[in-house]
């Protein structure tokens, strides 16, 4: 990037992270979700595990949730300092750390907006970090356009203004894909197989199902490679990716590691732990009762559920401007092979 680009990206950057934190962090003590203080416990116990050198204490979820607890950690640094001079152990059940926090004078509500705050400026980093490379690859214009949308989505607004999985673990997988789409598409650079690698990280440290971003992204490698064998030999183009896929997977599992105490001590129960929970929930389904289209179902509520919830989720100008883009897909096919 010539000077005046990158300074023309670092200030989009910098839009995006703006644009996606001041609607995030506002009024953050005003609500609470049925989830939220399972996950103020396990950030309790995880801050308390962490402080203490207890680093098997950090496995608290089978999820498994560690960025969420750090930023639950996070909120109980800078809420209530005292803590880890207050509580002797970890908290016994998911359910205590309201009556604790009330029985030394705190207000659980100011806590949990704590956690809260960490979770949007978490979110706001990693969207602000993937339109980088977005902005490269598209253009600053579109780039800038596309993510303004994001950070003002309504749907992902609210779920990253939660202590809770969903917003950091989708952000996580865009800046993942957004870095591998550069690495792929752009000139293999070191950087962008880095970042995409931490993004992989921090979306498998959040939520197991992120896992699918390795044959995703793996396929998208072999795609790539495909394409550009044109001319050359199989061992030439290996020899010119492998060094880079090894980066993307070195700082991926460097990224998983250092981000999750509980690999220091006892990596082989944890990683079991969330692989065979991971593997339970994919072939058992959900559990609780599900409310689509007007009907609880217990059960599967059928394949209409993802592309409805799509819809109802949502804005117009997303949605048109996903039908335009299918359209222009199209158009450009026919004149291709016309």
């Known amino acids: 990037m010539a000077a005046l680009s990158r300074k023309r990206i670092l200030f989009g950057a910098a839009l995006i992270f703006l644009a996606a934190l001041i609607p995030r962090a506002a009024a953050l003590d005003r609500f609470v979700t049925i989830d939220e203080p399972r996950w103020m416990a396990r950030s309790a116990n995880f801050y308390y595990g962490l402080s203490q050198g207890d680093y098997f204490a950090t496995l608290q979820a089978k999820h498994p949730g560690v960025t969420t607890m750090w930023a639950g950690a996070a909120g109980f640094a800078s809420r209530y300092p005292g803590y880890l001079q207050d509580q002797s152990g970890l908290l016994e059940g998911l359910t205590s750390v309201e009556p604790f926090l009330r029985a030394h004078g705190r207000q659980p509500i100011e806590v949990l907006a704590a956690g809260r705050f960490f ?28 993510f303004l949308l994001i950070a003002f989505d309504p749907f992902h607004l609210a779920h990253s203004r939660f202590l809770q999985l969903d917003g950091l673990v989708s952000s996580a997988m865009l800046l993942s894909i957004s870095a591998g789409l550069a690495f792929t598409q752009q000139g293999r650079r070191a950087a962008d197989a880095a970042l995409s690698g931490v993004g992989a990280a921090l979306a498998w440290l959040t939520r197991s199902p992120a896992f699918f971003l390795i044959p995703f992204l793996g396929l998208l490698a072999l795609v790539s490679m495909g394409l550009e064998r ?45 692989l065979r929970e991971a593997l339970g929930a994919a072939t058992g389904g959900h559990d609780a009762p599900t409310f689509f289209n007007g009907v609880v179902y217990t059960g599967d509520p059928g394949w209409l559920f993802y592309p409805l919830s799509w819809v109802w989720r949502t804005t117009p100008v997303v949605a048109v401007g996903a039908l335009l883009a299918l359209a222009g897909l199209i158009v450009g096919r026919l004149q291709w092979r016309g």
């Open 119 to 146: 979770v949007a400026l978490f979110v706001s980093l990693m969207l602000a970090a993937a339109f980088v490379p977005m902005a490269r690859l598209l253009g600053f214009g579109p780039a800038l356009f596309a």
């Open 230 to 274: 044109r001319g050359r030999s199989l061992k030439r183009l290996l020899s010119a990716w492998w060094p880079k896929l090894a980066l993307w997977g070195g700082t991926a599992a460097a990224a998983f590691i250092l981000l999750w105490p509980a690999l220091w001590v006892h990596p082989r129960y944890s990683m079991l732990k969330v």
